[in-house]
């Protein structure tokens, strides 16, 4: 293949490779710089912080492949809210007028992969997961188009699997929702939010499932979704808990099996996989 590639063309090559997924997402694909300045190397991360851009203008990493819209964007026709009135408060904000700055000095392009990834392969970001904290999923029915896996542990206290999310992914904000010396032998796995509650309640229909590990995120699953669910759940007599490690630590194995994926594609240039540390902690 020849190097002399625009980030255009890498945005179609990896459409093709992603089958051309129809994805409702907004704010998708090539959402920042000049979609035809000549690729010089790779980034695959989670989220296109400050941090991100600048290494990437060092190293010439100028095509970025993030799960996570660099200007805080999110939203799609499958989701209860959008981002419009955020994208017109952000419009003149000095932070994002700074990330501007970066990209466009530097000829950077940021391309947003994770509504097509995860359409491509609905399990990849939870399969991913689950494999990076040494469990192995049940082998999943060939029509199971769901979010999350299945996992079979051996009467696992959620406490300790918490340490374990801290030793292996270094995600120190750890919750749990429930008893924390809970022994849970059949686990749920599902990177990223929990809500809407669908994602979890089709998990919850196995009644075998004593336990769930998810990403959860925000005041959306804070106030009026999963977790407020999942504490109804709980309250009306079920014996489960629930152990959420933060929304990125839990993408970041996925981010990782991704930009393994994204590398035969471009064969010609660097590609790596820069990881985005779990920017938050919980005082003890």
């Known amino acids: 293949m020849d190097t002399e590639l625009t980030g255009r063309t890498a945005e179609l090559m990896l459409s093709a490779a992603l089958g051309n997924p129809m994805t409702t997402a907004m704010y998708e694909g090539l959402c920042a710089g000049n979609s035809q300045s ?3 190397g790779v980034a695959v991360c989670y989220a296109p912080t400050v941090a991100v851009l600048r290494r990437a203008a060092t190293e010439r990493k100028n095509l970025i492949l993030s799960r996570e819209h660099p200007f805080f964007l999110h939203g799609g026709l499958n989701y209860a809210y959008t981002s419009g009135g955020l994208e017109a408060a952000l419009k003149d904000d000095p932070v994002t007028t700074a990330k501007r700055e970066i990209i466009t000095t530097n000829q950077l392009m ?15 970001p939870s399969l991913a997961l689950a494999q990076a904290l040494g469990l ?12 999350g896996v299945v996992c079979a542990v051996t009467h696992v206290a959620l406490a300790a699997l918490a340490q374990t999310t801290a030793d292996r992914l270094k995600a120190y904000s750890s919750r749990i929702v429930g008893d924390p010396q809970a022994r849970v032998t059949r686990l749920a796995v599902l990177a990223g939010e929990t809500d809407p509650p669908a994602a979890l309640a ?29 504490r109804d759940v709980i309250a009306t007599g079920r014996k489960i808990a629930m152990l959420a490690i933060g929304y990125g630590p839990s993408q970041e194995p996925g981010v990782a099996d991704f ?5 035969p594609l471009f064969p010609n240039l660097p590609v790596e996989w820069w990881p985005t540390p779990d920017p938050s902690w919980i005082p003890r």
């Not at 192995?136 to 979010?147: F, M, V």
């Not at 089709?202 to 999942?230: C, S």
């Open 136 to 147: 192995t999923p049940i082998a999943p029915a060939l029509i199971d188009r769901s979010r």
């Open 259 to 263: 930009a393994r994926w994204v590398k």
């Open 38 to 40: 000549l690729v010089r």
């Open 110 to 124: 940021v391309l947003r992969f994770g509504g097509a990834w995860d359409q491509f392969n609905p399990k990849a």
């Open 202 to 230: 089709r998990l919850l229909a196995d009644p075998k499932i004593d336990g769930i590990l998810a990403g959860a995120g925000g005041t959306v699953d804070e106030v009026d979704g999963a977790i407020a669910y999942f």
